[in-house]
C-alpha cells in the first residue's frame, strides 16, 4: 500500500498563483521521501492557477496530514488523487500503478468527505457492505466483513440503523467503517475532524488511529488545525503560495519550521521583531527585550533586519525585584506588562517597550506575572527568519 | 377574537371549500346517472347506468379511452426518460446552459396551447405523420418534457454530487452508481414525473384536436363532442372518467414514493 505523487498541478475554485521562483522544502525521512527532481518543468508555461510541484509519497500505514490555511487547495488537492478533479500536470501512481489517467472507482483510493455522506437509501450495514456489493461479493460474505469493519469502529450495534438515525460522530465511523471496507490502498480524509464538537472530536479521532493501524492503507489526511494532524498523522506537509512549502515529521517541523509562512502556519510560535548583529560571542539576535546569542538561535541569514519564532516553552518571563533591579540579567531592557489573555496550556501576554511598541509572546499558563509589572524575558530557543 | 368564533369560522371556510371541491363532482355524478333531466325538473326523470357502460362497451368510445391510455402512459414514459437526464445535464452545467433550458422549459409549458398547437401541426404534417397517434404522442411529449425538465431541473439543483463521488471512490461504476445510488434515491421524483406526464397527456385537448386532425380520438375530444350535441348524460360520464385515472395515478406515485427517503424532493 503506497502512494506516490509527482509533479502534481491543479487548478481550483479561488485559485491563487504558485509563486514562480518560489522553492519548496523538502525535508526527507526514511517513510516519506521525495521520490525525485522537482518537476515544474512538467507544467506547461500556460498552466492553470492553483497548485502545483506537488510531489510527495506515503508508504502503507503511514499517514500524511497536509496543513494550509482555508483556500490553499487542500481539499482539491485530495480530489485531484481520487480522479474526482482535473490535474492540470503530475503524476499519481498507487502500490507503484499509474492511476493518473484512470476513473475514480479504479484507483484504489477512497475519498472521505468533511461531512460524512451516508447513502439515505440504506442501512447502516447496506451502506458498509456497498464497496463489496459493486465488486461483486456474494451478500453474505459482504455482510460478515462488513459487520466485522463495523465490530472494528465499535458501532456494530448499529447495522440495522438508517443513516438519518445516527448522531454526527455514529456517522462518521460508519462511513470510515464503509471506507475500510473497501479495502483500499489509500486513503484521502478531507477534514474529517473539522466542525466536531471536543468529545466527537475525540471519538472520530481514535476511530481514525484505529483505521490507520487496522487497515493498512496510505493515508492523507488535510485540516487547517495542528492539533487534528498532531494526533494522528505520522508526517505533515504545509501547502501556501500555491507551492508545497514543507514535508517531515512533525516533530522535526515543530522543531525547524523552514521558513517563516511555515511556522505561522503551524500557529503555536510567537513572534518577535529584530535584528541580526555580529558580536564578539557570533551572530546574535537582538529585540527589545535583549539579546539571544547564537548558541539558542538557527539562524537562516547572516544579518539585518529579522524575525524571531519562539514556541511558548522557550519563552521565560521574569519580574522585575522591588526594587526595580531585573534579577536575572541586570543589563537587559525592562518590558511591562499591558496585558493577559489565558488559554488552557498557554498564556498570551503582551508587552510594552520603552520605546511604547506592544510586543505578544506566548508562555505556559503557569507564568506568575500580572498587567502592570516589569519584566525581563528570555528566549531560550529561537528560529530567526527573514522578515516579510 | 375569541377561541370559539375562530373555530366556527375555520369550520365554515373548511365547508366551503369541500363544497367548492366536491360539488361540480357531484353533479356531474348525478348527470351521469339521470336521464331526460331538463330545467325546470328539480329531480332527473329517469336514473340509469348507460352511459357508465357504453365507455366500455361502445367501440368508440372504448377506443377514445384506449387512445387516451396509451399516449398518457407514452408520454409519461418518454417524456420522463427524456428530461430526468436533461434536468440533470442542465442543473449540473453553467449557469448560462442552466438558464437556456430553464428558458425553453418554461417556454415550452407557458406558450399558449393553440399557438404550440398550430407550429405543432406544421412541424408534424412536415414529418408526414399528421392525424396519426405517433403524431399527437409527439405533440403531447413537447408540454410534458417541459414541464419535467423543470421537475428534474429543481431536483438536480438540489442534489447532493457527493453521493455519486462516495459511490465512485467506493468503486462504483457509471452504471452501478445510476442503479445502486441515484435511482433508488429518484425513486419519489421518478414517481411524480410519470404521474405528471400522464396527466398533461391525459388532459390533452387543443394539441390532439390540432394534430390529430379529428382522426385521433381521445376521451377529452370525445367528451367535448357529446357535450356539443347535446348528450348531457354520456358528456357527464365521461368526464368523471377523465377524473378517475388521473386520481389512482398520483394515489400510485404517493403510494410509489412512501417508501422513498426523501432527500431530493
Redesign the interface.
Known amino acids: 500500500m503506497s502512494l506516490e505523487v509527482r509533479g502534481l498541478a491543479m487548478q481550483f475554485g479561488d485559485a491563487r498563483v504558485g509563486a514562480p521562483g518560489m522553492p519548496h522544502t523538502m525535508a526527507s525521512t526514511k517513510a516519506l521521501r521525495a521520490p525525485g527532481a522537482a518537476t515544474r518543468a512538467d507544467v506547461p508555461a500556460d498552466a492553470p492557477s492553483g497548485l502545483r510541484d506537488i510531489t510527495f509519497s506515503v508508504n502503507g500505514a503511514d499517514c500524511l496530514a497536509v496543513l494550509g490555511v482555508s483556500g490553499s487547495g487542500k481539499s482539491s488537492l485530495l480530489r485531484t488523487m ?3 478533479q482535473p490535474r492540470a500536470a503530475g503524476l499519481i501512481r498507487v502500490c507503484g500503478r499509474d492511476v493518473t489517467a484512470l ?3 479504479q ?1 484504489s ?3 472521505l ?1 468533511q ?1 460524512p ?1 451516508l ?3 440504506r442501512s447502516v450495514i447496506d451502506n458498509v457492505a ?2 463489496l ?3 461483486g461479493i456474494a451478500p453474505r460474505e459482504a455482510g460478515r466483513r462488513a459487520t466485522e469493519w463495523l465490530a472494528r469502529l465499535q458501532v456494530d450495534e448499529l447495522a440495522s440503523r ?1 443513516p ?1 438515525q445516527l448522531s454526527g460522530g455514529q456517522r462518521h465511523r460508519v462511513a470510515l467503517a ?2 475500510l471496507c ?1 479495502e483500499p490502498a489509500v486513503l484521502l480524509l478531507d477534514e474529517p475532524l473539522a466542525s466536531l464538537d471536543p468529545a466527537v472530536r475525540r471519538d472520530v479521532g481514535d476511530a481514525l488511529q484505529v483505521a490507520r493501524r487496522a487497515s493498512g492503507a496510505a493515508m492523507v489526511l488535510v485540516t487547517h488545525d495542528l492539533d487534528d494532524a498532531l494526533a494522528i498523522a505520522t508526517h505533515i506537509m504545509t501547502l501556501g503560495h500555491g507551492l508545497q512549502t514543507a514535508l517531515d515529521t512533525p516533530d522535526a517541523l515543530l522543531a525547524a519550521p523552514p521558513s517563516l509562512s511555515v511556522a505561522r502556519l503551524l500557529g503555536i510560535y510567537a513572534e518577535l521583531a529584530g535584528e541580526l548583529i555580529e558580536t564578539a560571542a557570533g551572530t546574535t539576535f537582538r529585540w527589545a527585550g535583549g539579546t539571544v546569542p547564537s548558541a539558542e538561535t538557527t539562524a537562516s541569514r547572516a544579518r539585518g533586519a529579522a524575525v524571531a519564532c519562539v514556541r511558548a516553552h522557550d519563552v521565560h518571563l521574569q519580574r522585575c525585584d522591588a526594587s526595580g533591579i531585573l534579577i536575572d540579567d541586570p543589563r537587559a531592557p525592562r518590558l511591562t506588562v499591558v496585558g493577559r489573555r489565558d488559554g488552557v496550556s498557554e498564556a498570551w501576554i503582551t508587552l510594552r517597550d520603552a520605546a511604547g511598541a506592544n510586543i505578544g509572546v506566548r508562555t505556559g499558563s503557569g507564568t506568575d506575572v500580572r498587567i502592570g509589572d516589569g519584566v525581563q524575558v528570555t528566549l531560550r530557543h529561537a528560529r530567526i527568519f527573514s522578515p516579510d | 377574537m375569541s377561541r370559539g368564533r375562530t373555530r366556527v369560522g375555520r369550520g365554515i371556510m373548511l365547508a366551503a371549500l369541500i363544497l367548492f371541491a366536491t360539488a361540480p363532482l357531484l353533479l356531474l355524478l348525478v348527470t351521469s346517472l339521470a336521464r331526460g333531466w331538463f330545467h325546470p325538473q328539480v329531480v332527473p326523470a329517469a336514473v340509469d347506468v348507460r352511459a357508465w357502460g357504453e365507455l366500455f362497451t361502445d367501440a368508440a368510445r372504448r377506443g377514445a379511452l384506449v387512445n387516451s391510455l396509451v399516449l398518457g402512459v407514452a408520454t409519461a414514459c418518454i417524456a420522463t426518460l427524456l428530461a430526468l437526464p436533461l434536468g440533470r445535464a442542465a442543473a449540473l452545467g453553467t449557469k448560462g446552459v442552466r438558464r437556456i433550458v430553464a428558458l425553453l422549459a418554461f417556454g415550452a409549458v407557458a406558450m399558449p396551447p393553440v399557438a404550440l398547437g398550430i407550429g405543432l401541426q406544421l412541424t408534424v404534417l412536415t414529418m408526414g405523420l399528421g392525424g396519426s397517434l405517433r403524431g399527437v404522442l409527439f405533440a403531447h411529449l413537447v408540454p410534458a418534457v417541459g414541464y419535467l425538465t423543470l421537475v428534474f431541473l429543481g431536483v438536480f439543483t438540489q442534489w447532493d454530487s457527493h453521493l455519486e463521488e462516495a459511490a465512485a471512490t467506493l468503486g462504483a461504476t457509471g452504471r452501478e452508481r445510476w442503479t445502486l445510488v441515484l435511482l433508488p434515491l429518484l425513486r419519489r421524483p421518478i414517481a411524480d414525473a410519470l404521474a405528471l406526464g400522464f396527466l398533461v397527456s391525459w388532459a390533452q385537448v387543443a394539441l390532439t384536436l390540432l394534430v390529430g386532425g379529428g382522426a385521433v380520438r381521445t376521451l377529452p375530444l370525445d367528451v367535448l363532442a357529446m357535450l356539443q350535441s347535446g348528450q348531457d348524460q354520456r358528456a357527464a360520464a365521461g368526464a368523471l372518467a377523465l377524473t378517475i385515472p388521473a386520481l389512482v395515478v398520483l394515489g400510485a406515485a404517493r403510494v410509489a414514493a412512501r417508501n422513498t427517503t426523501a432527500v431530493v424532493a
Open positions: 481520487a480522479g474526482l476513473p475514480p472507482e484507483r483510493v477512497v475519498y468527505h461531512e455522506v447513502f439515505p437509501h456497498f464497496p456489493q459493486v465488486r438508517m438519518q464503509r471506507a473497501a
